[in-house]
Structures are given as C-alpha cells and as structure tokens.
C-alpha cells in the first residue's frame, strides 16, 4: 500500500535528481569544451552528456506523470554550483586529475540517489517509475566503472603531456 509521506519523500528526490542531472550536465559540457589533450575522455564525456540529457528528460516524465513540476530554482542553483566547481579546477595545472576525480565521486553521488528513488517506488505507488530510474542507474554505473578504469590512463597521459610541455621550455 502506498504511504503519502513515501510519495511525497519520492517527488522531492525526483526534483533533487533532475536538479543533480542539470548540474552534471553544465560540468560535462564544460570538460567537454577543454579535453583536447584527451581524446577517450572527452569521447566518453560526450556520450554521457548525451545520456545525462535523457536522464534530465526521464525525471521530468515521471514529474509529468505524478502531476508535478520541477524545480527551476534547484535546477538554476545546482547548475550554478557545477560551473563554480568546473572554473576552479580549470585554474589548476592539474585540472583533468582534479577533475576525473571529482567525476568520479559525483557518478557514485548519482548511483546513491537512483537507488533512493528506485527503492521507493513500490511504497510510493509508482511502480512505473522504476524503468526508466533503473535505466539511469545503468548509465551512472558504467560511468562510473569506465572512469574508475581509466583513472591510471588519464594520470599517465596528464604526465606524458607534462613531460613534453617540459621538455619544450
């Protein structure tokens, strides 16, 4: 039986994960803009925006279907923390470590609040919102599988490009 308080508790966290969403998708365009140096990178982090934009589209069909809106301002105040933390990275010399780093905390952040929703679902009498939750989930996990994998390479390739800008002075 669906509780009111669990539906209620599930249409906040679909605000929060849309809000999550726009601010992962203001940092991947940004990275996505300055990933010269790392082609696989920057290849991956298109894919992902694009996936991002149809977890932002997923979120708004189940507020749809629930008769909700979403939140603008959690929407415009996420965003603006996601370019907030992409320039201050961008200053450092070591901004795509600091950056890989940082995507990979945040895919393991959006992991945790897809299985929040998804195990409210059944409780809150939506049981037709875990499908395309479950799909989001899927995409946040290989994600984050794919950076944890390539954290070596990009540190390595970060150390090549160093070495011959080095080299170069």
């Not at 298109?46 to 149809?54: D, I, N, P, V």
Request: aromatic share 6%; charged share 30%; proline share 1%.
């Amino acid at each position: 039986m669906a509780s009111q308080k669990a539906r209620d508790l599930f249409i906040v966290g679909l605000r929060n994960a849309r809000a999550m969403e726009r601010q992962a998708e203001e940092i991947l365009e940004r990275q996505a803009e300055t990933l010269v140096d790392y082609p696989d990178m920057r290849t991956k982090v298109r894919q992902h925006l694009g996936e991002t934009r149809e977890q932002i589209r997923r979120l708004d069909q189940c507020l749809d279907s629930l008769g909700e809106s979403k939140s603008t301002v959690k929407d415009a105040a996420m965003s603006f923390v996601g370019n907030m933390a992409t320039m201050g990275h961008g200053v450092a010399g070591d901004a795509i470590l600091k950056n890989t780093f940082a995507d990979e905390a945040f895919e393991h952040y959006e992991i945790a609040a897809y299985k929040s929703l998804l195990t409210l679902c059944d409780r809150a009498g939506v049981t037709a919102a875990a499908q395309p939750l479950q799909t989001s989930l899927r995409e946040e996990e290989q994600m984050a599988a794919w950076i944890d994998q390539h954290v070596g390479d990009i540190t390595l390739q970060f150390l090549r490009n160093a070495e011959r800008a080095e080299a170069r002075a």
